[in-house]
């Protein structure tokens, strides 16, 4: 079992830059590869990156390819994304999710198996 806790979400000016982070419990958090999602209002939740197991590998969408970062702590059980050069477009409740699958990247939202409650992410034109 992990559980997922968001945090670091807010309302920041396009151009401006947030810190998303998602705090796991349990022991065996290095055995989950780890995703960020989102979802806006009326759409589906969409892939943003994903971390392997050791933080070795990552994979991202293209729409936030060279502007976000997504990084893990396995010491202190936490994955972070790093969201630079913002749009308004970025604008959802991002989701931090974990998966024990050995296949590496994980796109789709149902080969996760633990999500957190989400934190908020407004940008302003």
């Known amino acids: 079992q992990v559980q997922l806790v968001e945090s670091g979400g807010g309302l920041v000016q396009a151009g401006g830059s947030l810190r998303l982070s998602c705090a796991a419990s349990g022991r065996t958090f290095s055995r989950y590869s780890l995703g960020w999602f989102r979802q806006a209002p009326g759409k589906e939740r969409e892939f943003v990156a994903t971390?392997?197991?050791?933080?070795?590998?990552?994979y991202y969408a293209d729409s936030v390819k060279g502007r976000f970062t997504i990084s893990r702590d396995n010491a202190k059980n936490t994955v972070s994304l790093q969201m630079n050069s913002l749009k308004p477009e970025d604008t959802a409740l991002y989701y931090c999710g974990a998966h024990g699958s050995n296949w590496f990247p994980r796109m789709d939202v149902r080969e996760y198996d633990y999500w957190g409650q989400g934190t908020q992410v407004t940008v302003s034109s």
């Open positions: 971390i392997n197991r050791s933080g070795g590998s990552t």
